[in-house]
């Protein structure tokens, strides 16, 4: 899914730069909104991530996209905060401007490749006959006090027990081999899941997305202490963190 970021000029999905820091009002109500992962539609492209928004009433609300679904024919990957990898197609799953890249190229043959999910700090890789293309990694960020990498993309499909492709660092899931299980994305990273694979006439399983996360940092000075929805809290230094899931 997209990945937008402003703590301590850390970079944002897609390219983008780190954003400005919002200023929040101890009296306003905030509603924070964490996106499901995409889910699987049998012999259909898989479904969009849904959104994770912060809203309020003196903020532009702050969208981070849900990541697009992998291709499957007739359909290339969707477009989405970062987009699906594709099937069998030269076009490919768009990612949407400063939150995520491009998803990677299906190979053209016949019964080929899928092309890895793109991530948040790269493109998903293009398949290569029946192996699948790797997914784009994902970014660092040391806003709960420590480096955690988020935003990677699923590993694209295999055919005939072809090389599966792998999940990007941040929480894509890998592909499997033969009929099985591709893993899902990590839960609460926005990390693409894993493209079926597709042996001996019979498809194995995707994988599904990883859901998003929300995490807010102010300095403990001027927090309210007023949550609801039950967010991690946790202190750094003389900054409180909040993570939603």
């Known amino acids: 899914g997209g990945y937008r970021n402003s703590f301590n000029s850390e970079t944002s999905?897609?390219?983008g730069s780190s954003e400005s820091?919002?200023?929040?009002?101890?009296?306003?109500?905030?509603?924070?909104?964490?996106g499901a992962g995409g889910g699987l539609n049998s012999n259909a492209r898989g479904s969009n991530g849904s959104n994770s928004v912060l809203s309020g009433s003196n903020i532009t609300d702050i969208t981070s996209v849900g990541g697009g679904g992998g291709g499957r024919i007739p359909a290339?990957?969707?477009?989405?905060?970062?987009?699906?990898?594709?099937?069998?197609?030269?076009?490919?799953?768009?990612g949407t401007s400063n939150q995520g890249y491009n998803g990677g190229q299906g190979a053209t043959g016949s019964y080929e490749g899928?092309?890895?999910?793109?991530?948040?700090?790269?493109?998903?890789?293009?398949?290569?006959?029946?192996?699948?293309?790797?997914?784009?990694?994902?970014?660092?960020?040391?806003?709960?006090?420590?480096?955690?990498t988020r935003g990677g993309g699923g590993g694209g499909g295999t055919f005939n027990s072809a090389t599966p492709g792998s999940g990007g660092s941040g929480g894509g899931g890998d592909s499997a081999t033969g009929?099985?299980?591709?893993d899902s994305g990590a839960t609460n990273t926005?990390?693409?899941?894993?493209g079926g694979p597709y042996d001996s006439g019979l498809p194995g399983t995707a994988?599904?997305?990883?859901?998003?996360?929300?995490?807010?940092?102010?300095?403990?000075?001027?927090?309210s202490g007023t949550?609801?929805?039950?967010?991690?809290?946790?202190?750094s230094g003389t900054d409180t963190i909040l993570t939603f899931t």
Do not use: F
């Open 21 to 34: 820091a919002l200023s929040l009002d101890p009296a306003t109500t905030y509603t924070v909104t964490v």
């Open 207 to 223: 994988g599904s997305g990883g859901s998003g996360v929300v995490i807010l940092r102010m300095p403990t000075a001027s927090y």
């Open 190 to 194: 926005g990390g693409g899941g894993g």
């Open 76 to 94: 290339v990957g969707a477009d989405g905060g970062s987009g699906g990898g594709s099937y069998y197609s030269t076009s490919v799953g768009q």
């Open 179 to 182: 009929q099985g299980t591709s």
């Open 13 to 15: 999905g897609g390219g």
């Open 227 to 235: 949550v609801t929805g039950s967010p991690t809290v946790a202190t």
């Open 114 to 148: 899928t092309g890895g999910g793109g991530g948040a700090s790269a493109v998903g890789s293009n398949a290569s006959g029946n192996s699948g293309g790797n997914g784009g990694n994902g970014l660092a960020s040391s806003i709960t006090g420590s480096a955690v």
